[in-house]
C-alpha cells in the first residue's frame, strides 16, 4: 500500500539534504518531485498542483531548527498537508436511531457484500451492538446467497425475501423485523451495477428516501484510482452520503483514491478495508496514514491490534508458564493465533517505522507461519510441552511429518529457545509483550529473513 509513493517521495526530500535552509531554489525543485510523486499516485492534476503551492507557502523562508535538517522540515509540512488533504481528524460512525439504519452504496465488484460482513462484525464485537444484515441486492445471482455465508461466519442474522423484487419493501419490512426482535443496527445491502446508471441511481435513491438512514455510506474499490473519485462523485450528488469507505487498500494501490477523494466529495473516509478476514476492518486516522505513507509506520494502530488480541487471564497464565520455564509449542501455537488475528502479515509489517522500507522487495506472504505450525503440528503432545526430548531420532521423525527438513526443524527448536530465553525478560502487558515477541521471530523458518521459502 503506497509502497511507490512513499519511494518517490522518499527521493523527493533527499533534494534537500546537507542544505542548511529551505529556499526558493531547492524547494522548487524538491516540490517538482512531490508533485510528480502524487501525479504517479493518480492523484488528479489539479490537487496535486493546489497541494505543493500550500507546501511551498509553507516552506519558503522557514529557518531551520538546530535539531532539525530542512529534509525533516520538508517532511512534516507534508505530512501535515497530507492529513489535511485525507480529512484531518478520524470521523466516527453515527449510531444514533432505535434502531440505527445504515444504507450501503456503491458498484458492482466494490465490495459492498463482504464491507457490510466486517462492519457487522465490527459493530457486534467492539461496540456491543446487535446487528441485522439485510439482503436488498434483487439482481446480482449470488448476492444473497453471499450475504447469509457472511452472516453464519460472524454469528449475524441476514433478513432476505429472495422471490421479492422489490428493495424499497424488503428494506421497510427489515425494519420493522429489526424493531420487533430487539436489533439496534440494520444494514442494508443494495445492488450494484458495473456502471453508473439512471436505473442504479433511482433505484438506491428510492430506498434512500424510504427508510432515511441515519448513515448512508458509499463503498469504492481503492484500486481503481481516479475513477474512484469520479465514481464517488457522481453517487454524492444523488445521495448526498455521509462518508466513504475504501476497500482492498491491501493490494496494489497507488493510493490516489485516498488521498484525494475527501477534496473532491467534502465527505470523510470512515473505514479501510485492508484484507479479506472480517476482522480486516479499520477506522481510517488521516495522520496515521500520512506517517505510513512517509515511512514513519503507524505504532499506534499496531498497539491497538495487539491489545485487541489481549486476554489478561491468558497472560497470567502464560507468565507463570514462563516464570517455571514451562513455555511450550503448544503455547507458541497460541501467541501465532494471536498475531494472524491482528491481520495480514504485509500490512503488520508496514505498521513498524523503517520496516515497510526496509523489506519493499521482500514477498511477506500471509501463511508465513504454515511451515513452524506444520513442524510443531508433526509433534507428539509431549514433545510440543517439553521440547528439550527432542532428539535426532525424534527430529527425523517431526522432519518427514511435516514435509520440511531436519535442518528446519532445528532451526525453529533454536530460535524457539532464544524466544523463551527473551520472553523471561519480558515486562508489561498486551502489545508490548507482542511486539517483542514478533521482534523476537525475526529470522524464524517461514518468516522474513528465515530459513523457509
Known sequence: MFQNLSDKLDKAFHILKGHGKITEINVAE???EVRRALLDADVNFKIAKDFTTR??????????????????????IVKDELTELMGGEATGINLSGAPTVILMSGLQGSGKTTFSGKLAHYLKTKKNKKPLLVACDIYRPAAINQLHVVGEQIGVEVYSEPENKNPVDIAQKAIQHAKSNGYNVVIVDTAGRLAIDEQMMNEIAQVHQA???QETLFVVDAMTGQDAVNTAKAF???????GVILTKLDGDTRGGAALTIKSVVNKPIKFIGTGEKMEALDVFYPSRMA??????????????????QYNEEEARKLQKKIAKNEFGFDDFLAQIQQIKKMGSMKDLVGMIPGAGKAMKDVEIEDDAFKHIEAIIYSMTPKER???????MKRKTRIAKGSGRKVEEVNQLLKQFEQMSKMMKMMQGPGGKNLMRMMGGMKGMPGMPGGGMR
Open 236 to 242: 454524492n450528488d444523488r445521495l448526498d452520503f455521509d
Open 30 to 32: 524538491t516540490l517538482k
Open 55 to 76: 507546501v511551498k507557502e509553507k516552506a519558503l523562508g522557514q529557518d531551520v531548527l538546530t535539531t532539525l535538517q530542512p529534509g525533516q522540515l520538508m517532511v512534516k
Open 291 to 308: 506517517d505510513r505513507i512517509l515511512g514513519m509506520g503507524d505504532v499506534v494502530s499496531l498497539v491497538e491490534r495487539a491489545q485487541e
Open 385 to 391: 510441552s517439553k521440547p528439550a526430548i527432542i532428539d
Open 211 to 213: 427508510i432515511k438512514p
